[in-house]
């Protein structure tokens, strides 16, 4: 059974940071895309950064370039978001996917796995 299971998420005031952790257990970790997304209330989800954890290939969304990093542990199958500088408009839910194959997308349809989500609240 494929599993996501998120972590690090809390209040913190501007400025800040946090890391958020995401643990996976099920599948072959490697060659696939996994990623952070988040989704406010009211707002659709959107894609925040992603990493293709075969090569370690990053990407990221325009809103937090420069302030967030993705990277990986492959011998933990963990997934990491360390977010700095964070802003009141970060605040969201934030989720771990996972793609079941093949390159990083934005397009939340194209994950198969989702964890349940952390939450992260910016205070001014």
């Known amino acids: 059974q494929v599993q996501l299971v998120e972590s690090g998420g809390g209040s913190v005031q501007a400025g800040g940071s946090l890391r958020l952790s995401c643990a996976a257990s099920?599948?072959?970790?490697?060659?696939?895309?996994m990623g952070w997304f988040r989704q406010a209330p009211g707002k659709e989800r959107e894609g925040v950064a992603l990493i293709y954890v075969g090569d370690g290939s990053t990407f990221y969304g325009d809103s937090v370039k420069g302030r967030f990093t993705i990277s990986r542990d492959n011998a933990k199958n963990t997934v990491y978001l360390q977010m700095n500088s964070l802003r009141p408009e970060d605040t969201a839910r934030y989720y771990c996917?996972?793609?079941?194959?093949?390159?990083?997308?934005?397009?939340?349809?194209?994950?198969?796995?989702w964890g349940q989500g952390t939450q992260v609240t910016v205070s001014s």
């Open positions: 099920g599948f072959t970790y490697g060659s696939r895309c």
């Open positions: 996917a996972a793609r079941s194959l093949g390159s990083c997308f934005w397009a939340t349809r194209s994950y198969n796995y």
